[in-house]
């Protein structure tokens, strides 16, 4: 195996392990109650958890908000679809799917509009899967060769 490809498979781990963790912690917190508080310095470290933006479920309301429970979960799948080696999108078409999240937290911030969960959902799961995209996408640097050159050594 390569570098470039060892160094890539652990980028994949460091991005799926964490993001599929916090987002079964989000899923899962209000199933464990009480013996659940070890999550909640985590899960408060990473968001506001506002009750009234969270994700509500058959069980409880999700311990993050609709926009990060669906950004773990739209990460996880970015990082596992583009870690096929069919699927490599270049790194910077990721970047769009960022958009939505940030017009739509800067259009609260200025105004007194107040997105939907389902809404607050769609752009956390675009940003999750265009996160994914800019660290796992193709960089080529124009005029940059890439791989191994054979040197002629008769000359």
């Not at 209000?30 to 009750?51: I, K, W, Y």
């Not at 311990?63 to 790194?91: D, E, K």
């Not at 999240?101 to 265009?130: E, F, H, K, W």
Request: aromatic share 10%.
């Amino acid at each position: 195996m390569r570098s470039e490809e060892r160094g890539r498979l652990v980028l994949v781990f460091v991005l799926l392990l964490p993001s599929l963790l916090l987002f079964l912690m989000s899923m899962v917190r209000p199933v464990l109650g009480e013996a659940g508080n070890f999550s909640d310095p985590v899960l408060t470290s990473l968001c506001h958890r506002m009750q009234s933006r969270c994700i509500h479920l058959p069980w409880g309301p999700s311990g993050l908000c609709a926009r990060c429970t669906a950004f773990w979960f739209g990460l996880f799948l970015g990082t596992v679809a583009m870690y096929r080696p069919r699927f490599r999108l270049p790194f910077w078409s990721g970047l769009p799917a960022l958009l939505p999240l940030i017009a739509d937290g800067l259009v609260q911030l200025c105004t007194t509009y107040q997105s939907s969960n389902p809404v607050r959902m769609l752009t956390g799961l675009a940003a999750g899967l265009g996160i994914a995209v800019v660290f796992l996408g193709e960089y080529k640097v124009p005029g940059l060769k890439t791989g191994h050159s054979k040197v002629d050594l008769r000359s």
